[in-house]
Each structure stands twice: as C-alpha cells, then as structure tokens.
T-cell receptor, first 114, second 115 residues
Framework: GAVVSQHPSWVICKSGTSVKIECRSL??????MFWYRQFPKQSLMLMAT?????????EQGVEKDKFLINHASLTLSTLTVTSAHPEDSSFYIC??????????FGPGTRLLVL | AQSVTQLGSHVSVSEGALVLLRCNYSSSVPPYLFWYVQYPNQGLQLLLK??????LVKGINGFEAEFKKSETSFHLTKPSAHMSDAAEYFC?????????????FGKGTTLSVSS
C-alpha cells in the first residue's frame, strides 16, 4: 500500500513549451501533497505545498506563475512548468501525506529542456 | 528554522562492515526525524522515522537510528553492509516539527559498498 505514481517519468521538450507532470496517490487519499526539485548530486528542495481544493503555497523564490500547481482531487496533483527553459531542467519529485502522517514519495520525473 | 547537516558526503565501507551515516539537526520544536534512501533515477524510500517514544528506531533492511536529544543527532547504522545498500541516503526533519508537513532534507550521503 501507500504508492505514489508520477507521470511521465521522463520528458524532453523544447524551450518555450509547457510541460505537465502528474502525481497520483494510488491507494490512499491525500489532502496534502508536496512538490520538490532535485538538481544533480544535490538534495531535495521544497517548491510548494499542494492542498486539495485550495491554492498551492509556494516557497520563497519559486515563481508561482511559472510552476502552476493544481490539486483537483484527493488523489491527484499536477505541476505544470510553463514556458520551460533549459534552467528548468531538473528532477521533480512529489510526495503525498498518507496514514500516520507519513510522506510517501513518487518515483520522480526527469525534465530536460532543450 | 529547522535544518539538517549530514556529515560526510561520501562514505565507503566493505561488504559486511558497519555502516554509520551521521545526521545532526537543528530545531526549535521537538523534531520528527526521517531517513530516506534513493537509488539512481528513483524516488525516495522511507527507511525509518522518529516521532515520539522510543529513541532507538528500527527500520527496513536492517537499518536503525537513535535519536539523541542532547547531541541533536539521529545517526543511521547497520551492523553489516550489503552490496545492495549502495545508494544515496537523506536525513530529514519535518517542518514545524510535525509529521505530515514538508520535509527539510540534508544534502545527502552517498554510500559505496565494496566487495
């Protein structure tokens, strides 16, 4: 149990296009999901907190108009990178809060912007 | 504000040897502490967590960690390393000192295991 999926696992796009990443909790409901970003050989940095039915809360320095987050249901949160540029290339990981307040992480999405 | 420091970005051990990965934290509230493992190009898997209660926490794959408030530490150990333990390990503290809130991660420690 407590599985979180992400789709796609890999995406390559051209500069200026938008990319949507989905995060799903497969066997539990999550009112709260988190989006993290990880650069190569570095740690995870929190980007935003996604709450079902309300606006996401963004960390300082994260552009909310560039990284659009929608948490439309208790099992799905989406992150859309708008007008992507090469510097947005990264590994994006989501997590969902499940039973006993434990966070379960998705497998990550690697984004490469050319 | 909470923070996590992992001492040693890279630890190398021989198969069968003791594994010790160090983690120190800073928190203004009682911390909830976690260890996660990450294999290449994958997400994070929870090894163990400390919230309240017993300070020695046992996790999966033979790992355990001890919460020492006086030392503000939460070091991860395993008595005998296996080749499959080679991975990246992250120590984390929960923001606001509550489980279920966003995590603040250390920079990670790469564990290498040689035969």
């Amino acid at each position: 149990g407590a599985v979180v999926s992400q789709h796609p696992s890999w995406v390559i796009c051209k500069s200026g296009t938008s990319v949507k990443i989905e995060c799903r909790s497969l066997d539990f409901q999550a009112t709260t999901m988190f989006w993290y970003r990880q650069f190569p050989k570095q740690s995870l940095m929190l980007m935003a907190t996604s709450n079902e039915g309300s606006k996401a809360t963004y960390e300082q320095g994260v552009e909310k108009d560039k990284f659009l987050i929608n948490h439309a249901s208790l099992t799905l949160s989406t992150l859309t990178v708008t007008s992507a540029h090469p510097e947005d290339s990264s590994f994006y990981i989501c997590s969902a809060v499940g039973n006993q307040e434990t966070q379960y992480f998705g497998p990550g999405t690697r984004l490469l912007v050319l | 504000a909470q923070s996590v420091t992992q001492l040693g970005s890279h630890v190398s051990v021989s198969e069968g040897a003791l594994v010790l990965l160090r983690c120190n934290y800073s928190s203004s509230v009682p911390p909830y502490l976690f260890w996660y493992v990450q294999y290449p190009n994958q997400g994070l898997q929870l090894l163990l967590k400390y919230t309240t209660g017993a300070t020695l926490v046992k996790g999966i794959n033979g790992f355990e960690a001890e919460f020492k408030k006086s030392e503000t530490s939460f070091h991860l150990t395993k008595p005998s390393a296996h080749m499959s333990d080679a991975a990246e390990y992250f120590c984390a503290v929960s923001d606001y000192g509550q489980a279920g809130t966003a995590l603040i991660f250390g920079k990670g420690t790469t564990l290498s295991v040689s035969s």
